[in-house]
T-cell receptor, first 114, second 115 residues
Framework: DSGVTQTPKHLITATGQRVTLRCSPR?????VYWYQQSLDQGLQFLIQ???????AKGNILERFSAQQFPDLHSELNLSSLELGDSALYFC?????????????FGPGTRLTVL | AQKVTQAQTEISVVEKEDVTLDCVYE???????LFWYKQPPSGELVFLIR??????QNEISGRYSWNFQKSTSSFNFTITASQVVDSAVYFC????????????FGGGTRLMVKP
């Protein structure tokens, strides 16, 4: 158990809908990262927050947004969902925002868009 | 831009065989960090090791060992005396000070250990 929690574990929804994925980092960790794992794109970095502020953006679509709250939990919002958004979404946390900080991953949320 | 290549998409071995998973990386950062993660069938990503670019000492942890060679930009992972529980997808990843501290992952190697 990495100490990172993600809810829900599974999510099934329809095209055009909006969903929110939630992540609670390990106790004391200030950085939260979101990654998407799909069959065609592999594991891709989406976005990072550090202590409430956005730190880095990767291949995140404009239809996706995220935030980190004062209690350090983070939410990833996916809107106008398309079939291609079906994937496993991981949240990871680390103690700092440096390249050497190990990132510990949550169990993931499997999103299925029908 | 950073890139990680795991040329072996799938490896199948029989229990107790040794197996090496290859990882080759590209980066313009002078200081960077290499990682290995394991993704068992249950789906979570488990951190295994971090290696700094300025430390080329190889590392051994039980049946696991890692060979970092800067000259060939490789960070290979060897499992000695493989066990069925080692069956998983293994990912090599890279982060760098200038490219941002997000992880760039390779495509993964699926290891199947048969009894």
């Amino acid at each position: 158990d990495s100490g990172v929690t993600q809810t829900p574990k599974h999510l099934i929804t329809a095209t055009g809908q909006r969903v929110t994925l939630r992540c609670s980092p390990r106790s004391g960790d200030l950085s939260v990262y979101w990654y998407q794992q799909s069959l065609d794109q592999g594991l891709q970095f989406l976005i990072q927050y550090y202590n409430g502020e956005e730190r880095a953006k990767g291949n995140i679509l404009e239809r996706f947004s995220a935030q980190q709250f004062p209690d350090l939990h983070s939410e990833l919002n996916l809107s106008s969902l398309e079939l291609g958004d079906s994937a496993l979404y991981f949240c990871a946390s680390s103690g700092g925002d440096r390249a050497y900080n190990e990132q510990f991953f949550g169990p993931g949320t499997r999103l299925t868009v029908l | 831009a950073q890139k990680v290549t795991q040329a072996q998409t799938e490896i199948s071995v029989v229990e107790k065989e040794d197996v090496t998973l290859d990882c080759v990386y590209e980066t313009r950062d002078t200081t960077y960090y290499l990682f290995w993660y394991k993704q068992p069938p249950s789906g979570e990503l488990v951190f295994l090791i971090r290696r700094n670019s300025f430390d080329e000492q190889n590392e051994i942890s039980g049946r696991y060992s890692w060979n970092f060679q800067k000259s060939t930009s490789s960070f290979n992972f060897t499992i000695t005396a493989s066990q069925v529980v080692d069956s998983a997808v293994y990912f090599c990843a890279l982060s760098g000070n200038n490219a941002g501290n997000m992880l760039t992952f390779g495509g993964g190697t699926r290891l199947m250990v048969k009894p």
